[in-house]
């Protein structure tokens, strides 16, 4: 509650939710100051319930994602696992409002594969922590150039009552990301994270 009254005070363009949604009483409270609200959803259950509880923009999390699973409920992140590119699709019909897709993209195509399957913009995680600016150790920067689609083991999704609420963060417009204009390395075949820096001229502002 404390976080999500200091993200009120600060005002700003976008908040976020992962794990579950706002209730409705914050949503009125953040409508009320024009601020966007962008709800996690990894399933086309939860992407339903996020616009229908007032969601400006959906983001679909595949199975994918390096981050936390975004599952409402703990219990169903390891049976409900799907993959974004049969999830973003799904969603895309199900809700009326713009999707953001993440999960395992990391690269320029990644991002047009996403765009042809209906998303509004494309969110990207793990492929930035190639950028110099993460200050990874090159081992571990290199390792996620090489690693292949089959050799990431899922975690588990977290028990910890904490990490189940709402998560309120800061962001930019989603047409303007100052991450957009990073250039990440390529790996030794030229398969890793691209230059991402001119996808603005490809997503509209919302």
Not at 44 to 54: F, L, P, R, T, Y
Not at 71 to 90: I, M, N, R, S, W
Not at 136 to 141: E, N, R, V
């Amino acid at each position: 509650a404390a976080q999500c009254e200091a993200m009120l005070e600060a005002g700003p363009a976008i908040i976020s939710s992962i794990m579950g949604l706002y209730p409705p009483a914050f949503v009125e409270r953040l409508k009320a100051k024009g601020i966007k609200w962008f709800a996690n959803a990894t399933t086309v259950a939860e992407a339903k319930a996020a616009a229908a509880a007032g969601a400006d923009v959906v983001v679909a999390q595949g199975m994918e994602a390096g981050g936390h699973r975004g599952a409402f409920d703990p219990a169903k992140a390891q049976t409900e696992l799907v993959g974004l590119f049969a999830l973003l699709p799904a969603i895309v019909d199900a809700v009326n409002v713009p999707v953001v897709a993440t999960g395992g993209i990391a690269d320029a195509r990644g991002v047009a594969a996403a765009l042809m399957l209906g998303a509004s913009a494309a969110q990207i995680g793990t492929g930035f922590l190639r950028c110099p600016e993460a200050k990874l150790a090159p081992a571990w920067a290199d390792a996620i150039g090489r690693t292949l689609p089959e050799q990431p083991v899922p975690g588990g999704h977290r028990e910890d009552p904490a990490r189940r609420q709402p998560t309120a963060v800061r962001s930019q417009p989603v047409g303007r990301s100052r991450a957009q204009s990073t250039t990440v390395e390529q790996d030794d075949a030229g398969r890793g994270p691209r230059a991402l820096g001119r996808l603005e001229d490809q997503q509209g502002q919302f």
